[in-house]
């Protein structure tokens, strides 16, 4: 695996290979007559798919191994652009968009770690470069970059760390002044949102790419396990289709590469673990987060789920959740399948008072608190969690920014 370990100020046509996503990126292509289809079929394309398919799956196993795709050290600016096209392409086809959200969030922070490794005066030069072509609105500030109010508050919205809150921000005429590395925090946002958006693309391209692909889609299936139960859990397997609208949002979020918050993260990994998920499929719920850390992500589902002598904690009620803005019983509008979309009929009677609860009404299996050996029996009203130890999936906050 090739790491860069230093950059330099960049020349446009190295520019546009590192960031592919800017305005003006295809002015690295030679050959004018280039088209979606030969990218996919012509042989002199090999190189740029090989290193499309490293990218997408590098960003399945972990966002942030696609730094480390050793093909990129050798790749000429074109079949860099090239690859890039490929992969944004190939994951807007694929029949979930969880991959192409998960790969937004790694080429994000393969762009944010090139700024992060740059310094002083070069690395605000890029830092602008870059806002510039996406129209972000940055410009060279005081203590380093102005950003404008407006724009601020969009990136940093979904920033959980409390140094970007805006009460600790120094604001005049309505710019925010950052400094440069969390600039580049706030552009890797800008650059995530922008590739999760997925292509318009006609039914005749999606199903060329997917039968040209397919063994690809199939390996990208399989790094992103359905959710599997663990070993001892009598009741058979997890049934996804059945958690109650809460939960199912709750994945979403993650897989759409979004924050979800302390309060959120805590209450998916509690569920899980109590619907009887393996270790391995909670910690995958959490990878499409932003600031996913997979050890520390490891270390707190453990605490979670090894609690109280291995019992766990239960998640919160319903009642906390909706103090919380987590509950989706009135339906999620933004969800992609229909069901999720209207109000979930069950989620409105009397008896119903816990995510646990509605599951086992669906029919699935909750595994009761220290009675996993026994195997499982039904849960009326499960105990209020009696506290949140430090949400999974996020990294900690080294206040590098
Ligand atoms: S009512 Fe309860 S189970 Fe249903 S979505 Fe709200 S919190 Fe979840």
Not at 9 to 16: E, H, K, V
Not at 144 to 150: E, H, R
Not at 342 to 356: G, N, S
Request: charge should be neutral; include cysteine; glycine fraction near 8%.
């Amino acid at each position: 695996m090739a790491v860069r370990r230093s950059a330099a100020p960049l020349d446009s046509a190295s520019l546009y290979a590192e960031y592919p996503f800017l305005p003006g990126a295809e002015s690295l292509l030679r050959d004018p007559s280039w088209t979606v289809r030969s990218l996919f079929e012509d042989r002199r394309y090999d190189p740029a798919r090989g290193l499309g398919r490293a990218r997408i799956l590098a960003a399945a196993d972990d966002p942030r191994a696609v730094n480390e795709v050793a093909e990129f050290a050798d790749a000429s600016p074109e079949v860099r652009y090239l690859s890039f096209v490929f992969a944004r392409v190939t994951l807007a086809c694929a029949p979930s968009l969880a991959g192409l959200r998960r790969w937004a969030v790694a080429e994000s922070k393969r762009s944010s770690a090139r700024l992060e490794r740059l310094s002083g005066a070069e690395q605000e030069e890029e830092i602008l470069a870059v806002s510039a072509k996406m129209q972000v609105g940055m410009s060279p500030g005081p203590g380093g970059v102005a950003v404008p109010l407006v724009e601020y508050l969009r990136l940093a919205a979904p920033i959980r760390e409390a140094d970007f809150r805006l009460v600790r921000q120094d604001v005049r005429r309505g710019e925010v002044e950052v400094r440069s590395a969390r600039a580049a925090r706030l552009l890797e946002e800008a650059i995530r949102r922008r590739l999760a958006e997925p292509l318009p693309l006609n039914e005749d391209v999606v199903r060329f790419v997917r039968e040209r692909e397919s063994e690809l889609f199939a390996q990208l299936a399989a790094r992103m396990p359905l959710p599997t139960a663990r070993t001892g859990v009598s009741g058979g397997a997890l049934r996804a289709d059945r958690f109650p609208p809460c939960i199912r949002k709750m994945r979403r979020t993650l897989q759409q590469g979004e924050n979800l918050s302390h309060a959120g993260r805590f209450a998916l990994a509690a569920f899980l673990h109590r619907a009887g998920a393996d270790p391995e499929t909670i910690v995958d719920a959490y990878r499409g987060a932003p600031d996913f850390d997979e050890s520390i992500t490891r270390y707190q589902v453990e605490h979670i789920t090894q609690h109280d002598g291995g019992a766990g904690y239960t998640p919160p009620e319903c009642e906390t959740l909706r103090s919380h803005g987590l509950c989706a019983r009135e339906g999620d509008p933004t969800a992609a399948e229909p069901a999720d979309r209207v109000p979930d009929p069950l989620c409105f009677e009397e008896r119903l008072h816990h995510p646990l609860q509605y599951y086992q009404i669906r029919g699935g299996t909750v595994v009761e608190r220290g009675e996993e050996a026994r195997g499982s029996r039904e849960v009326n009203r499960p105990a209020e969690a009696p506290g949140t130890p430090g949400p999974p999936g996020r990294s900690r906050s080294t206040g590098r920014r």
